[in-house]
Structures are given as C-alpha cells and as structure tokens.
C-alpha cells in the first residue's frame, strides 16, 4: 500500500507557513514504513527537534483506479479516519530553502498514525465533516472537510491521473490551522464529530 498526502490543503494553514495558495493540488508520499496502526506510540526521531503534528482526515481506497473521473470518485473509498502527519518541522525549512523535496522530513518511520476508520456511510455528507485534534486535553487544531481547496473527490481524481489507486492505498487530505510541536509526554486525542478515533502518545 501507499501514502499520499496532501499539502496546503486549507488557506489558513498555508497562510501560517507563509506557502502560496497552490493552483493545483501539491502531492506527497510516505513510505508503507510510516504508517501506525492500533494507537501504538509516536517516537520523536533524533533527527529533529521541531516535530509538528498535523491532523488530518485519512481516506482509504477501496478499490483499484486509474484516471477516475471526479464524478466517480466516491465510489473509489468507503471509509475514513483522523491521522497525523508528523512533520519535522527543522528538516523540512531546511529542504525547502534548498529546494530539494520534503520526503526525508514526512516520510520517516511513524511519521504516520491513523485511527481506526468509520464508514463514510455513517457520516455527514463528506464536506461536512468535522474534526480535531486535543493535545492534552486541549484543543489546538480542528477543521470541516468543506473548507478543503481541493475536495476528497478532486484529489483522488486528480491523484489517480498518476499513480494507479489501490484497495488499502490511504490518501491524508491536508491539514486546517493550528499546527504545532509536540514534545515526550504528549498525548494527542483526534475526534471526527465527537468520536474519538485516535489516541497518540509521544515517547
Ligand atoms: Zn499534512
């Protein structure tokens, strides 16, 4: 399986990072190597000292596509969750000042938590769905998938125009405001509507 993510998804995200408003959607990928499962731990890597979470809403493809059209994009993934895409923070200013790619500094082992995931069916229509994330106990990001530059539809359209979709492939579309660093000790708590779905500690 695949990773794809999506950056500055959200204005006022790209706005806090001082990125232009993107014309297209911007892509990424992480590693299968990124990925946490069943509320294991986060370790902070040594590499960095500025890791920032990211929530964001995680989509799982359900079947395989290639070049689907965005009027069909629904019927290519049935469930979503909340993850995290950490990030270092240090790592990545210094790639970008250097204008080399940001693979090293969101691609990295468990830089990737997701929830358990829920039928879309069992949700709100799916740009109304709202989610956050607690950091202990506080809130510091939330967002609805309607405030998306580019919706669920349009990036699994405009995604599979270059890598072939396949069932299990898990698409993280963008993180809202409020960005931040973590640190050891931190528990992250991530809740689509008022159901918890992810529970992160920071070791
Ligand atoms: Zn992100």
């Given at each position: 399986m695949k990773i794809i993510c999506v950056g500055r998804n959200y204005i006022q995200h790209a706005a806090e990072l001082n990125n232009p408003v993107p014309s297209e959607p911007v892509i990424f990928i992480k590693p299968d190597s990124a990925l946490v499962t069943n509320e294991k731990p986060f370790f902070i890597p040594p590499f960095s000292s500025d890791i920032h979470h990211e929530v964001e809403l995680v989509v799982k493809i359900c079947k395989v596509g290639k070049n689907i059209a965005p009027r069909f994009a629904h019927r290519y993934y049935d469930e979503i969750t909340v993850g995290i895409d950490f990030t270092a923070r240090d790592l990545q200013a210094k790639l970008k000042s250097n204008g080399l790619p940001w693979t090293l500094a969101k691609g990295f082992d468990g830089s990737a938590p997701v929830g358990r995931f829920v039928p879309?069916?069992?949700?709100?229509p799916t740009n109304q769905i709202r989610f956050r994330l607690e950091k202990n106990g506080e809130v510091v990001q939330s967002g609805v998938?309607?405030?998306?530059?580019?919706s669920i539809d349009t990036i699994v359209a405009f995604v599979s125009k270059y890598f072939t979709l396949k069932t299990g492939d898990l698409i993280f579309t963008g993180t809202p405001a409020g960005v931040g660093p973590v640190k050891e000790g931190d528990t992250l708590c991530a809740f689509i509507g008022d159901e918890r779905l992810l529970t992160c500690n920071v070791r």
């Open positions: 879309c069916a069992s949700l709100s998938s309607g405030e998306m530059l580019f």
